[in-house]
Structures are given as C-alpha cells and as structure tokens.
C-alpha cells in the first residue's frame, strides 16, 4: 500500500511538472507568434503582448501593484521600419532576416547607385551615404534615434560576387514618443507584507524589419516571461510570507529603459525589495545557468549553490560579476539586491529571425522554476533568521 502510494505520488509529482512545461510552451508560442509579431514597434505587437500578459496576471488571481492597474506607462523615441525594405546588389534581391539587417539607426532611401570597396568587408556609397558591411553572423537590433546615414550588413553567405551594383528601397518611421507599459503585479504575503521578493522579465522584443520580416523572440525573452508567469501562477495558488511581486518590462531592447523608468517613478519602496531575480533567455540550458552580480552577492549565491547540489537541478551554475546586460542593472545601481540569471548551451539563435518557439529546447525549465521557488524559501528563511 505504501509502494502504490509512493508510486503514485511519484505518477503525480512528474504528470504535473509536466503540465508546468505544457503551459510553458503554449505562453512562448503565443508570445513569439505572427500575432505578436516580435513584440516591438509595428502591428501593435509590444501592446498585444502587454495585454496577453495583463490578462494572465488578472486570471491568475494577482492584483495590481499599484492597486489600480497592472499596467505602468510611459513613452520613448525609436526609430521603426514598418514599410517597404528592399535590397538589390549587383541584380539579385536579398532578404530581410536572412541575408541582410540594417543597422538599426538607419535612415530610409530609395536609390540606386554602385559602391566602391574600402576593405575586404566594406564597401561605400559616398552620395547617399550608404555603407554596407559584410557579415558572418547577423543581428538586429532597435535604436532611440535616427541617423543621416544608412547602414547595412550583408551575410557573406548570402552573395556570390563582391558588391557593386546597389539599390535600396527602405522605408523607416521614426516616432518621437512611442507609448509602452511595463506590467507590474504582486501576490501580498501573509506574514511580512512589507517584505518583497521580486521577479522580473522583460517582454518586448525587436519587432519587425520591414513589412514581411518580424523577429520571434522566443528565448530572448518569452522564455523568460513564461518562466515568471509560470511562478506568478504558482505563487497566487500559494501566497508566501513575503509579498511575491513580478514585472514584465517593456523597452529592455532599446537600452533598458522599461526597468529605468521603474526605478525612477517605483510602485512600491525600492528598499522593501529583499531580493530580485530578473530572468531573460532562459529557454536551454545544457551548460547550466549563468548569475551576474553572483560575486557581489556571495551568501544568496552560495544557498543557489547549495539547493542546487542537494536537488541535482542544474548541470552547472556560473558566476559572473556586475555587468549592464539586463534590467537587474538599474535595481543593482538603487542598491536592490538582484541577479540576473540566464541559460546556457543549446541554440546560438540570437537577436535574429531564428530565434523560434519551435527549436528552443526548454531543457532545463522545470529544474530552473524548481530552484528558483525554492531558493525564494530559502531566502525568506535566511532572511528572517537575520
Ligand atoms: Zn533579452
């Protein structure tokens, strides 16, 4: 009777975890679909994200963290390209995507001309200021401003003879005040209301490259947000002595500038923070996990650590130090104590029209959501005993 128990517990235990990876997916092929279309600056995207996100937190039983609205607003400048990108060398149409990107500052043109080479991987339009750059690897971006130049990179792969012969036709938007929301929610905590463990994850991506092309995002960083979604669920059926609370920022692309606005205008008192994990590509996993600020946070390091080798969770965790990679950063700056972990390992796909739902491997999702609520126990425990 109690081996069938067991066994069953067992049964149990792994159809539910399984259940968390099923949800976990369907969020990240939603967030990463055509619909969402690369979660930025055209079709809507970044708002239907917003709202996909809005509606979870309203379904899951969170409240708002200001009590009103989960969502935060403000607005920014950015440079899109929502219409016509067209590229020609020497006769042969390329891409978007695939065989070329601009850099993301780039002015629309319409011309047509020839280019002189300058090196082995540069060549150059005087005239119209058009340079373009041959590449190995490419990788999009998104920019606050727009230039007086245009600026674009090739894959080298992508030609057979030299570039000579050009012609652009590229439309670009800029927008003086394009308006956002970062998305903010808290489970209040039973014992210690006044002490928050947070958790972040940005939710905009790219979005699009012209009318045709839009970049997925699906480990950068719907993986991310579904993992935060996955634990804000969690955390409503389960309210912990602290306050759990949770933000999805926008604007993490452009230069961190959702997580700076949060800091600059908080919802709640920056120094009631305890802890925040900010999470942002974390869809594989193979090679472990990587936490910045691990050195500066040496104890909340060692109980990751700790936890990690008594459940066996995660193949390997690295340390790394500061770094402005994400938007932990502004927090760290305000004296918040945060990490910022990410997965390691798996698909290279990154900042490019590869970076699916379909390929991204999720190898370690379960085990990092399993660490992350017991590390949050484990925290609250060691803080409390303080
Ligand atoms: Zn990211």
């Given at each position: 009777?109690?081996?069938?128990?067991?066994?069953?517990?067992?049964?149990?235990?792994?159809?539910?975890?399984?259940?968390?990876?099923?949800?976990?997916?369907?969020?990240?092929?939603?967030?990463?679909?055509?619909?969402?279309?690369?979660?930025?600056?055209?079709?809507?995207?970044?708002?239907?994200?917003?709202?996909?996100?809005?509606?979870?937190?309203?379904?899951?039983?969170?409240?708002?963290?200001?009590?009103?609205?989960?969502k935060q607003t403000f607005s920014y400048?950015?440079?899109?390209?929502?219409?016509?990108?067209?590229?020609?060398?020497?006769?042969?149409?390329?891409?978007?995507?695939?065989?070329?990107?601009?850099?993301?500052?780039?002015?629309?043109?319409?011309?047509?001309?020839?280019?002189?080479?300058?090196?082995?991987?540069?060549?150059?339009?005087?005239?119209?200021?058009?340079?373009?750059?041959?590449?190995?690897?490419?990788?999009?971006?998104?920019?606050?401003?727009?230039?007086?130049?245009?600026?674009?990179?090739?894959?080298?792969?992508?030609?057979?003879?030299?570039?000579?012969?050009?012609?652009?036709?590229?439309?670009?938007?800029?927008?003086?005040?394009?308006?956002?929301?970062?998305i903010c929610a808290l489970v209040k905590?039973?014992?210690?209301?006044?002490?928050?463990?947070?958790?972040?994850?940005?939710?905009?991506?790219?979005?699009?490259?012209?009318?045709?092309?839009?970049?997925?995002?699906?480990?950068?960083?719907?993986?991310?947000?579904?993992?935060?979604?996955?634990?804000?669920e969690h955390y409503a059926k389960n309210?912990?002595?602290?306050?759990?609370?949770?933000?999805?920022?926008?604007?993490?692309?452009?230069?961190?500038?959702?997580?700076?606005?949060?800091?600059?205008?908080?919802?709640?008192?920056?120094?009631?923070?305890?802890?925040?994990?900010?999470?942002?590509?974390?869809?594989?996993?193979?090679?472990?996990?990587?936490?910045?600020?691990?050195?500066?946070?040496?104890?909340?390091?060692?109980?990751?650590?700790?936890?990690?080798?008594?459940?066996?969770?995660?193949?390997?965790?690295?340390?790394?130090?500061?770094?402005?990679?994400?938007?932990?950063?502004?927090?760290?700056?305000?004296?918040?104590?945060?990490?910022?972990?990410?997965?390691?390992?798996?698909?290279?796909?990154?900042?490019?029209?590869?970076?699916?739902?379909?390929?991204?491997?999720?190898?370690?999702?379960?085990?990092?959501?399993?660490?992350?609520?017991?590390?949050?126990?484990?925290?609250?425990?060691?803080?409390?005993?303080?």
């Amino acid at each position: 009777m109690k081996k069938l128990l067991l066994f069953l517990l067992i049964i149990l235990s792994k159809a539910v975890a399984g259940q968390d990876l099923i949800t976990a997916k369907r969020l990240i092929d939603t967030l990463s679909s055509e619909e969402m279309w690369g979660r930025g600056y055209t079709r809507n995207g970044m708002e239907k994200a917003a709202n996909f996100i809005s509606a979870s937190f309203a379904a899951y039983g969170l409240s708002p963290m200001d009590g009103k609205d989960f969502k935060q607003t403000f607005s920014y400048s950015v440079n899109t390209f929502p219409g016509k990108m067209a590229l020609n060398l020497n006769g042969k149409p390329l891409i978007p995507g695939k065989d070329f990107v601009l850099s993301p500052e780039s002015m629309g043109q319409q011309i047509k001309g020839t280019l002189i080479q300058k090196d082995s991987i540069t060549f150059i339009n005087q005239e119209h200021r058009v340079l373009l750059i041959l590449k190995d690897k490419l990788n999009w971006s998104v920019a606050p401003e727009v230039a007086d130049y245009t600026v674009i990179e090739v894959a080298a792969k992508a030609i057979s003879t030299l570039p000579e012969k050009i012609e652009i036709d590229i439309e670009n938007k800029f927008i003086p005040a394009f308006p956002a929301s970062n998305i903010c929610a808290l489970v209040k905590g039973t014992k210690k209301p006044d002490s928050i463990l947070l958790i972040t994850a940005h939710y905009d991506h790219l979005g699009s490259l012209g009318k045709d092309t839009y970049f997925p995002g699906a480990n950068d960083n719907a993986s991310g947000v579904a993992l935060l979604l996955n634990l804000a669920e969690h955390y409503a059926k389960n309210p912990q002595p602290y306050t759990m609370a949770f933000i999805c920022f926008a604007a993490e692309e452009i230069g961190l500038i959702g997580s700076k606005y949060f800091t600059e205008h908080p919802l709640i008192e920056l120094n009631k923070i305890r802890f925040l994990t900010n999470l942002d590509m974390v869809g594989t996993g193979e090679n472990g996990i990587t936490v910045v600020n691990a050195t500066i946070h040496p104890k909340e390091f060692e109980l990751l650590q700790q936890l990690n080798r008594d459940k066996k969770y995660l193949p390997k965790i690295n340390a790394r130090g500061k770094a402005a990679n994400s938007d932990h950063y502004f927090f760290t700056e305000k004296g918040v104590p945060a990490f910022f972990m990410y997965t390691q390992g798996g698909i290279a796909a990154y900042h490019d029209t590869y970076d699916l739902a379909k390929t991204l491997p999720l190898t370690e999702f379960e085990h990092l959501f399993r660490l992350l609520t017991d590390f949050n126990a484990g925290l609250m425990k060691a803080l409390s005993s303080r």
